[in-house]
Nanobody
């Protein structure tokens, strides 16, 4: 019932911009921290950006000054604005969120999206 769905990926030239979106749906009581990870071929998955439910953000050094993470709690959505894209940004980007789905237990469980491909050409 609960799932995260990413959108906004695609092919863009170096120096261009993309905005990724991730919407959470289902029986959700509350959303805690949310973030974006990416995985390039032959590399391990890495954290790109994260945002708490209070708006505090954290970025990987490689994307600071170029990427901006934000969230819209009314829409259960987290965004990643990517500017000045480089070929090394090419990867599958995954949405991540801590969700509370039970009013009784209020346990925070980690959910992942299926990923969206971002390709930056030189």
């Amino acid at each position: 019932q609960v799932q995260l769905v990413e959108s906004g990926g695609g092919l863009v030239q170096a120096g261009g911009s993309l905005r990724l979106s991730c919407a959470a749906s289902g029986s959700i009581i509350s959303i805690n921290d949310m973030g974006w990870y990416r995985q390039a071929p032959g590399k391990q998955r890495e954290l790109v950006a994260a945002i708490t439910n209070s708006g505090s953000t954290n970025y990987a050094d490689s994307v600071k000054g170029r990427f901006t993470i934000s969230r819209d709690n009314a829409k259960n959505t987290v965004y990643l604005q990517m500017n000045s894209l480089k070929p090394e940004d090419t990867a599958v980007y995954f949405c991540n969120a801590g969700l509370v789905t039970s009013r009784l237990f209020r346990t925070v469980k980690i959910y992942w999206g299926q990923g969206t491909q971002v390709t930056v050409s030189s």
